[in-house]
């Protein structure tokens, strides 16, 4: 909420994005890693802290923008997408990146993500996805899983759980990528590329609730495990993993199974620009212990941004009836006068 | 009684001669296909021209298309010229054109004794006649024996009108609207040739032949009321003295939209308006949609929180968001309008009020959404909240509203109503250039910049733009500190911050011109009356006062703050009445502001107030 | 709204199904043929009226529950879906139907969409998409099409449209299919396949507009054309079309394209449960006039309905925790008593 | 001052004797991490069981984890304990026991001067001091001279007491707020054993190292406090007097969620809880969804509005539609709850209010949704508002609110709040038996049965189950006509229906008992509290009226209808005031219910009144 009075016009390290608001999350909390992360990219990018909006709606994850130099609006729960839309229309020149939680963006605010991501709105929206209701301390979300009990599940959930990157997918997402709080490097690499893509840019991110929700993801993406757990996504490269990258993916009908890696011929080579969006879909289908879980940028395509058409048209309606004439208007069609 | 026949007025045959009038009301009405509106639209239209005061006020059917035939079907058009001044659209109806059943069981309760009423013979069909459960046919039953009835072969005569044009079949048909118009121009006295200019303009290039066939149809109607006399007597209502100017017709609606164009042309920020459709603000979308080259950036909405909440995010963007709706989608919007409240950025909340509560009557009007308005909101959330009278006021109030938004970083409210957004006045044109100008830009340097540091003579915060430097905030919908605007849960901090928030609303209160009663400055009565009831509480209060009485009226433009000058004028009368369009909202609202008794008249009729039943109140209140 | 007097305890007549209340819908709009085709294919189960609920949230289409003898809540916009759940839950004998709109449904009730699909309530949904605001006049709506020229947008909507299968798809629908309002038989034989399943039995109807968008579906719906550009689908049969049934559809890399119908081995066979739902995904991918468009049944699964699992705790609840006793509630873990 | 030390009392060796007292606070804090819930509860316990009246107050951080050691992190549980009847948590605070420097700076300006000051040294190394800003350590820079400080190295001799148990490193550590009970214990004359077995219940299966260890702790404290004469003198307070009876020491939200399941097994018919988690809401529906063999049927749902349009739709479908939530959370339901007012359909709308507006400060208490319970809903749509006085009344209060939305099938709002919900007091277990029983099953003989007949008594419409022969009918958010329910949009039938709508809530009244006004039954200051704000506005009238002052006090229960009688009762007295956690919306209300001047005392500070300001307060109206 206060300025940071230094506000360099070329930013050079994770510490000028920091707004000097001392960090609220529990320690141990995945979020903190996230933070770093962003801050780090952005420190590369060289923008300057006020070329960003920040927004969010309520969680513990929406807590984000108040540690951030930049321009931020922590907003209320669920609306972060419907703000920011308003702050990228008004503002088109400003950065919007948007930072939410499973239960902000998934249930309070999913209608909001649907219509965000049709109309490729040009923001890059982290999803911290710990599938629980952290800040009102551990009731279940739209990703927990099936029979997880809980506050509010005493006898565990009955909801099937939705996947956020099927969803995205099937709303037009543009950009559509997966990451994970305990490997910085990948973050990194996700950020990066998002920041770089014009229009919606979508990222699930794993993130460990240490309170409600601990190890949730610890089976698959625990460093001593994941190589057998995980798979990298990187376009135009075979998909492959294992511990001494022996397996590899292969489509198989309608799914992707896992064969020898030495069947060069046989592994799917990863097609982010695959048009018709099937293939992302069946990636998002993967799932843990079944088969490895993707990380990375399962799709990527171009779209014109939703502020462009809005100012396109903007300055066609200019063109179309001449410079703005207020006298003009108010006296219409058709006026009588009395002398 | 004069029956009046395709043969003329039988065993009648002395000459008509034309009388003079001062006000007339007519009202057309005939199934949504009939063309009511335009008929409606070009009388108002000759009549503006030709130089009369007018108000009218159309009534649709709720559906899109009724069956037809029926009393959900009826769409009517009413219209009141004259040649003073007047504010309402007439209390009962001097001559009703009924294009069918419906329209005549709908409608004939509101013709005056002796009125005129033109009928459709075609429209008085069996199956018409049965679809309204008519056991006979009034035309022929004697029971309309009160009025001057007229029943003409409107649908053949159109046809053999227009066939000359070349149009037949549903088509030829359709001109009947155009017929009956030329039967009440001649029955008014009215020039044909600006409808005919206009409807040239209109169609003459894509459609040469609908042109000629209209024009040939209004002739056709004109000559045949002429030629067989069909009225014993015309009528002529004189010019009203207007005060000098240029004028149009206009409707609230867009009235109201162009007020937001032109808050967003002399701001020089841009409008983000969001929207979602909803009966009756829709047409609002619509208009500013088209007015995108003034710098409004409109946006339909998922729904109406994302209407109103992208309306907040664009005004921390740095521009002015505005968002619309009716009834059912404000209260939707109430969480986000807080978030507006209290992060202290600019908001134009439009309602447009419709019959409630729930969907309700959605194409009725009503004024029930006041409280709504003053606290439907969690906790204490002070908002400004004013009205317009008129339908022409819409422009300057909802202007005002942006205005004082922008200069007092807070949603305002704006409650337009049904009747006054698809109601329609003359309109004096306002000059651009005299319009207030818009105030902000204040406490904007980097070195001193505070968040939430108050401008002493407003109490508003500053308004920064992202993407200046050094101005870099964050916001948030908690309690924050006073002036840096830190998450701040200290118990006395947030009283000091609740209090500023109501007394930069009260500020507004410098704001507001002093008071300008009508009629008698203390005395018996004051009538107090808000939005679109000014015109038949003046109007009512107006006759009152010429009878002798004490009375006096007030209007309120502002509703929150009230005016500073309020309190002492109510203590002027004895008595205090609010007849208002709802159960007794603003009564309950000036009673919980001043603890003192005030007197209600609410009716819930989904219509507005007839001006005689006013006279009636206030007579009975005087007494 | 009111009460049919006569409700037989089995109804044989499309009549028996009828309000008795005028029905008010434009003339010659597709909603009538929705109407009958319901009426009639209720008619034929045998069921009785008062065994039936319909939920509508508001527009043209959510009039439909008035014009029905059976239950019927015409609630508020969006809504439907929400309030059709607490229907169901309270009273899971009752069989609830939904009737919806494009803007009903995927526009301010998009969030409830997703959730009701992905908890498998055991709902019929009928959207009738007619790719407009109906009931307000004629804005576009979330399926109305890039560019379309309407009230709300007279320099054309710059608003990519949804997919209302895929969105289904995505949110897990177990039972997804789509046709027409001028087709009688296949809306029929679609609504008695829905009326079967066992929880979310999702269709979209394309439902002409004859005022506000008249004859956006008939170039490809259209009784004189459809033969080749529409195509049915059918379980465990191969997916043929054309005038004399001589094109099929075959599954090339991640989409599909049309062979020779002799080419019986390579035209695809239509799986209704395919496992991981992405042929269903790809045939929704499939529009005019690249591809003819897929009416039928894109997707049936089974799964545990909602109010099943519901019930099923509170069954077990009974169990573990024996009668309810509230004396004993309110006394709860720790007492003393005052004499 | 005497400093206390390891060692015993510096240079001072008498022998301690023990002081009778009528009542005492003790506030326990430290870090969110210390367990000062889990110390405040057991004391409580072993309070209660002995037999004192008690009222408690938790205050949470707002952060789930608030950085350890920081202001904001501070969690604190006051304990208001005595042998006489008391209402609120206390004004000023006896002992405090602070186990960290942040605990100490917050709390500290509510000790009484000359109280006792437990503090943990630990908590008060050179880190602790710098986070909270402290220059010098207040343990010996003298600053704390006016108070009885007691600095126990507590974190090293609890880890010296539970090794033997076994435990060690932070595991020992976390046993310290067992031995500080422990020294408590002591102060105040407590017996262990009840806590003793309440551990053994606790732990002893699952944990037996940790129950051994808790017990060790508290033993140790106690024993060192004894022999080492930590204190001079010692305190006790002696049993309080109540009413005959079974009692248990419950929180608000508890006793909500209680009275939920109540209605669902006195109905007969089930409750269908839709919610959506919220602070300070969130408890209820974590309570309920334990209790579904009640025939609680709970949805999480996905927003706020699907809760409340899940139980809308749960009403039509039979059984009794509840949602709760929280300020926010209200009013995004006010679309939907506005249908169950236009449909006549029972709901119950529970609102645990919380600071605001907007987000506000959502672990702070206020009472300031009153207004939007009553006006928060587009057009004229009347709610029947309840509101308990105590954590133990919600019970009564939330199942009275289901009873009457059936009787007369309307929505009711209950509005409990933050203090309520999260505060504790002794009650009295009520008899099941004696609970009113449910009204329902009138009107649905299919022969005569219309949707919107009305019943003579209540003006309610039947409640029909869907799904029984002959009753099939379809609601909706449109107008109706009476009776049929058909839509219908006629002018006069939308008035009759609106004035049914009020009349039926109106109707109410006669569930209202005779107002029971406390002290002078006429005079010179009536005094009106609604809420939460009961205890310490009866207690301040109370000590004031003992005083000799003409002062009555009335607390209401119901909000909307008010009292039959409320109205007399005001006219008998000079002056009435309202005291409430807001900015004065009960006493606008009353102003614009009866019009006449209401003087308010509004507080919006985040925490309830204490008794002291409210003496000073009436005293100074009484002059
Ligand atoms: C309108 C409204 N409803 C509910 C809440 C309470 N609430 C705050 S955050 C939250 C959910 C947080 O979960 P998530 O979005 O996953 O964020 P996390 O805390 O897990 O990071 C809820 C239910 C609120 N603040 N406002
Ligand atoms: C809360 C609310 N917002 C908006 C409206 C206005 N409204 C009624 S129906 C409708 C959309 C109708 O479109 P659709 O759902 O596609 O139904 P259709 O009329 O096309 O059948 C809208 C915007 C409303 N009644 N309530
Ligand atoms: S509750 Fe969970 S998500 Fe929230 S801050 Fe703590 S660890 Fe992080
Ligand atoms: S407007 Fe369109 S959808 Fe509505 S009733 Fe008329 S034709 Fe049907
Ligand atoms: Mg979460
Ligand atoms: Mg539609």
Not at chain 1, 117 to 132: P, T, V
Not at chain 2, 71 to 94: C, E, K, M, W
Not at chain 2, 168 to 194: I, M, Q, S
Request: proline share 6%; net charge neutral.
């Amino acid at each position: 909420m206060t300025t940071t009075a230094t506000d360099s016009p070329k930013a050079q390290t994770p510490q000028d994005f920091h707004s000097g608001l001392i960090v609220r999350w529990c320690p141990g909390c995945g979020d903190y890693a996230i933070l770093a992360a962003v801050q780090k990219v952005l420190a590369e990018r060289g923008k300057a802290p006020h070329e960003y909006t920040f927004v969010s709606g309520i969680g513990c994850s929406s807590r984000f923008p108040l540690y951030m130099s930049t321009y931020g609006f922590h907003s209320i729960h669920g609306r972060a997408l419907a703000v920011a839309t308003g702050v990228k229309a008004a503002n088109p020149k400003q950065e919007v990146w948007v930072i939410t939680g499973d239960g902000d963006c998934l249930s309070i605010g999913g209608n909001h993500f649907i219509h965000a991501l049709r109309r490729n709105q040009d923001f890059k929206i982290l999803l911290f996805n710990n599938e629980i209701y952290g800040l009102t301390k551990g009731q279940y979300s739209p990703t927990s899983r099936f029979g997880m009990v809980n506050k509010s599940a005493p006898y565990g959930t009955i909801d099937e759980p939705v996947s956020p990157i099927k969803l995205a997918l099937a709303a037009g997402a543009t950009f559509v990528a997966r990451t994970a709080d305990n490997d910085m490097a990948h973050m990194a690499e996700t950020f990066r590329r998002a920041a770089e893509h014009k229009g919606s840019a979508f990222i699930e991110i794993l993130q460990n609730c240490v309170i409600f929700n601990d190890k949730v993801f610890e089976e698959y993406y625990g460093v001593k495990t994941r190589k057998d757990t995980l798979v990298y996504l990187h376009h135009g490269q075979p998909v492959l993993y294992g511990k001494t990258v022996e397996k590899g993916l292969a489509v198989d009908g309608f799914n992707f199974k896992s064969v020898d890696a030495s069947q060069k011929d046989q592994v799917y080579v990863h097609d982010e620009h695959e048009p018709t969006g099937t293939v992302a879909n069946m990636l998002a289908g993967l799932s843990h212990p079944e088969s490895p879980v993707p990380l990375g940028v399962f799709r990527c395509v171009e779209r014109p941004a939703y502020h462009e058409m809005m100012y396109a048209q903007v300055e066609s309606a200019r063109k179309a009836n001449g410079e703005p004439d207020l006298g003009k208007l108010l006296k219409g069609p058709k006026t009588w006068t009395v002398s | 009684m004069s029956t009046v026949t395709d043969e003329g007025i039988l065993g009648n045959t002395e000459k008509h001669d034309i009388q003079e009038l001062d006000e007339v009301t007519i009202l057309f009405a005939g199934d949504s296909g009939d063309g009511m509106q335009v008929t409606g639209s070009q009388f108002t239209d000759a009549s503006v021209v030709f130089g009369n005061d007018i108000s009218t006020f159309p009534d649709f059917p709720a559906e899109i298309r009724a069956p037809q035939g029926t009393l959900a079907g009826v769409s009517a058009y009413q219209l009141h010229f004259s040649n003073h001044d007047i504010r309402t659209p007439g209390d009962r109806i001097d001559t009703l054109v009924a294009m069918n059943a419906a329209a005549l069981k709908k409608y004939l309760p509101e013709l005056d004794k002796g009125g005129i009423l033109i009928v459709d013979k075609a429209g008085f069909g069996p199956n018409e006649l049965k679809k309204v459960e008519y056991k006979s046919n009034p035309l022929e039953d004697g029971t309309l024996g009160d009025y001057r009835l007229v029943a003409v072969d409107i649908t053949p005569q159109t046809i053999a009108a227009v066939r000359p044009a070349g149009l037949t079949g549903r088509n030829a048909e359709r001109c009947k609207n155009f017929y009956t118009l030329g039967v009440v121009y001649y029955l008014y006295d009215r020039p044909l040739e600006p409808t005919f200019d206009e409807i040239r303009k209109r169609f003459a290039k894509k459609e040469p032949v609908i042109a000629e066939a209209n024009i040939a149809a209004i002739q056709a109607g004109y000559n045949f009321a002429h030629t067989i006399e069909l009225f014993k007597v015309t009528y002529r209502v004189k010019r009203a003295i207007f005060d000098p100017g240029m004028y149009r017709n206009i409707s609230g609606n867009l009235a109201t939209a162009m007020g937001v164009a032109a808050a967003a042309s002399k701001s020089g920020r841009k409008v983000f308006f969001g929207s979602y459709p909803i009966t009756p603000a829709s047409d609002i979308l619509h208009e500013l949609s088209r007015l995108k080259h003034f710098g409004v950036l409109t946006f339909q909405a998922e729904d109406e929180i994302a209407a109103v909440a992208s309306a907040v995010g664009a005004s921390y963007g740095g521009v002015l968001g505005v968002t619309c709706s009716s009834g059912p989608g404000i209260a939707l919007k109430s969480e986000a309008i807080n978030l507006a409240v209290m992060t202290e950025l600019p908001l134009v909340v439009i309602n447009v009020q419709r019959s409630g509560p729930s969907t309700g009557m959605p194409t009725k009007t009503e004024q029930a959404d006041l409280l709504m308005a003053l606290f439907g909101r969690n906790s204490d959330s002070p908002i400004p909240v004013i009205a317009p009278a008129t339908p022409g006021e819409c422009f300057e109030c909802v202007y005002e509203a942006a205005r004082i938004a922008v200069k007092y970083m807070t949603p305002v409210m704006f409650l337009s109503d049904g009747y006054l957004g698809n109601g329609a006045e003359p309109w004096k044109i306002p000059d651009p250039e005299k319009l207030k100008g818009f105030d902000f830009g204040w406490g904007l340097d980097p070195a001193s910049f505070k968040p939430y540091a108050r401008n002493p003579e407003t109490g508003a915060r500053a308004w920064p733009i992202p993407g200046t430097p050094g101005l870099n905030n964050r916001i948030t919908g908690i309690e924050k500190e006073e002036n840096t605007g830190k998450i701040s849960y200290d118990h006395e901090n947030h009283e000091r911050m609740t209090k500023a928030r109501y007394q930069k609303v009260a500020n507004i209160a410098q704001e507001i011109p002093a008071s300008s009663v009508y009629g008698a400055q203390e005395g018996d009565l004051l009538v107090l009356s808000w939005g679109g009831t000014y015109g038949a509480a003046l109007t009512a209060a107006e006759t009152v006062f010429k009878m002798g009485k004490k009375i006096g009226h007030l209007h309120l433009r502002w509703l929150n703050p009230l005016p500073p000058d309020l309190g002492d004028i109510i203590k002027r009368y004895k008595k205090v009445v609010v007849p208002e369009i709802n159960t007794g909202q603003l009564a309950y609202h000036l009673r919980g502001t001043f603890g003192i008794p005030v007197e209600s008249y609410g009716r819930v009729r989904g219509k507005a107030f007839t001006v005689g039943e006013l006279v009636t109140l206030f007579n009975s209140l005087l007494v």
